[in-house]
T-cell receptor, first 114, second 114 residues
């Protein structure tokens, strides 16, 4: 079974621009969660989508948004990029149902904002 | 306030010996815990998990112990191998919360020396 895939793997953007990251979950998984990893803050939860609906949201500004499609693929968008948005963005998929809490991560998208 | 803490940023162990990675938590609502391993430039890989109704779970060389009264869990790796060198993250979730909201510790970097 194929794992979680994320595209692109690397991205360089300028302050003020916007960016869209993509995530394809493991086949059969309906939940996709997004995390931001930085050296200082570690892994921080951004949001989770389940069956095309945002089910939970972390403590990030509204510049960070996402969506999920009917095939469970998900996109994350960051508008008006700031230098502090430079990070590794990870997506994770899971069944998203009670009793199934293991999340499986993709390789991440390394975003650099200059 | 950090709800999941890994107080040792690094650990060095000789090949063949036991590695013990520790994790403390503050939120008594957590009732499922997971360990992930992360290599540089890759996403975290799920290792092993434990429910709060258990105090031990084994999978091959990996054993997780949970002490609910102390709000403490540990991951034992026996015997340690050089390929185990990576950053290990402890994560927690509560059944009452969203499936997607894993709370991570900041990680412990394990080095296994040949």
């Amino acid at each position: 079974k194929a794992g979680v895939t994320q595209t692109p793997r690397y991205l360089i953007k300028t302050r003020g621009q916007q960016v869209t990251l993509s995530c394809s979950p493991i086949s059969g998984h309906r939940s996709v969660s997004w995390y931001q990893q930085t050296p200082g803050q570690g892994l921080q939860f951004l949001f989770e989508y389940f069956s095309e609906t945002q089910r939970n949201k972390g403590n990030f500004p509204g510049r960070f948004s996402g969506r999920q499609f009917s095939n469970s693929r998900s996109e994350m968008n960051v508008s008006t990029l700031e230098l502090g948005d430079s990070a590794l963005y990870l997506c994770a998929s899971s069944h998203g149902t009670t009793g199934s809490y293991e999340q499986y991560f993709g390789p991440g998208t390394r975003l650099t904002v200059t | 306030d950090q709800q999941v803490k890994q107080n040792s940023p690094s650990l060095s162990v000789q090949e063949g010996r036991i590695s013990i990675l520790n994790c403390d938590y503050t939120n008594s609502m957590f009732d499922y815990f997971l360990w992930y391993k992360k290599y540089p430039a890759e996403g975290p890989t799920f290792l092993i998990s434990i429910s709060s109704i258990k105090d031990k779970n084994e999978d091959g060389r990996f054993t997780v112990f949970l002490n609910k009264s102390a709000k403490h869990l540990s991951l034992h790796i026996v015997p340690s191998q050089p390929g185990d060198s990576a950053v290990y993250f402890c994560a927690a979730i509560s059944y009452g919360g969203s499936q997607g909201n894993l709370i991570f510790g900041k990680g412990t970097k394990l080095s296994v020396k040949p």
